[in-house]
Nanobody
Framework: QVQLEESGGGEVQAGGSLRLSCAAS????????MGWFRQAPGKDREFVAS?????????????VKGRFTISRHTISRDNAKETAYLQMNRLKPEDTAVYYC???????????????????WGQGTQVIVSS
């Protein structure tokens, strides 16, 4: 079983920045892509960004392009410890949501993810952007 632990959420004023982290450990195996979704109150969970196993391929939702950057860092491939980051700049009040880390057990993806395709979820971290 894989564990996904998110951190970095909080409250920030519009125009500010936050960096979310997602530490993956346990029996995640190898060759998986990592991503972020978000869910605002009363809305469906929506795709934000994803990054391939190698880190070479990234995909972004249109509403975050140019503002958010996803990256990943390998702590130990042998011990299956990876961390994904979501750097969020020029935040807007409409970015307010719970942000969820996600894993798909594929090496690379070429289009935005659907929530139904996700194999593992983190517990979520709250982001509040005040105007």
């Amino acid at each position: 079983q894989v564990q996904l632990e998110e951190s970095g959420g909080g409250e920030v004023q519009a125009g500010g920045s936050l960096r979310l982290s997602c530490a993956a450990s346990g029996r995640a195996g190898s060759g998986y892509s990592m991503g972020w979704f978000r869910q605002a109150p009363g809305k469906d969970r929506e795709f934000v960004a994803s990054i391939s196993w190698s880190g070479a391929t990234t995909i972004y939702a249109d509403f975050v392009k140019g503002r958010f950057t996803i990256s990943r860092h390998t702590i130990s491939r042998d011990n299956a410890k990876e961390t994904a980051y979501l750097q969020m700049n020029r935040l807007k009040p409409e970015d307010t949501a719970v942000y969820y880390c996600a894993i798909r057990r594929v090496v690379v993806t070429t289009i935005q993810w659907d929530a139904e395709q996700v194999s593992d979820w983190g517990q979520g971290t709250q982001v509040i952007v005040s105007s």
